[in-house]
């Protein structure tokens, strides 16, 4: 059973943190638990199968039945087992409203494009679908994808602002690389 229990092993989880999310994209971890202390909002949380560390979740409270997903990270040892489909089906359970992520913005020239488009399409396959909609935040552009239209865009900036002030602007996913060429 796939659980989501406070950070016992911060070695453990800040390993996982560095390994799957590229510098531009983390907050320092002291600066991440830091917010999280100060904002209940804010969740910091070990994914666990049967009472084994098997990954990192952070996610923003919009209520008790939504959340946004800021960082969601399997082992790496781990990966292809199964367990981001499970993790993601105990989310939508937990959320039961919906959950609202970031998936990077899929383009062809980007440095890692293919494994964009792996992300895009595991979401995807997991019923967590593109909203039509794209921002730019933290230094990069996003699908903004969600498991059920009752999450909206709203949520999502209701979210972001809870982790700072940093301008985030939203627009359809179609015009935004004409609003931001260089993002």
Not at 146 to 155: C, F, G
Request: aromatic residues 12%; charged residues 25%; hydrophobic residues 40%.
């Amino acid at each position: 059973m796939i659980t989501f229990e406070p950070i016992m092993d911060e070695q453990y989880w800040e390993k996982i943190y560095l390994e799957a999310f590229p510098e531009r994209e983390r907050t320092p971890y002291a600066e991440l638990k830091a917010l999280a202390d100060e904002k209940s909002q804010i969740k910091m949380r070990t994914i666990m199968q049967d009472a084994k560390p098997i990954g990192l979740l952070v996610w923003v409270e919009i209520t008790t039945h939504k959340a946004f997903i800021l960082y969601f990270a399997v082992d790496q040892s781990l990966r292809g087992g199964g367990f981001g489909s499970k993790i993601l089906t105990a989310l939508k359970a937990k959320f039961d409203e919906g959950i609202i992520l970031e998936a990077e913005y899929r383009t062809p020239e980007a440095e890692n494009a293919e494994q964009r488009e792996r992300r895009y399409a595991f979401y995807e396959k997991n019923q967590v679908t593109d909203s039509g909609f794209a921002s730019r935040a933290f230094g990069g552009i996003y699908h903004l994808m969600r498991s059920d239209v009752r999450v909206t865009v709203e949520d999502y900036l209701q979210a972001v602002q809870v982790l700072s002030d940093y301008p985030t602007a939203v627009a359809p996913s179609h015009s935004i690389l004409a609003l931001f060429p260089n993002a």
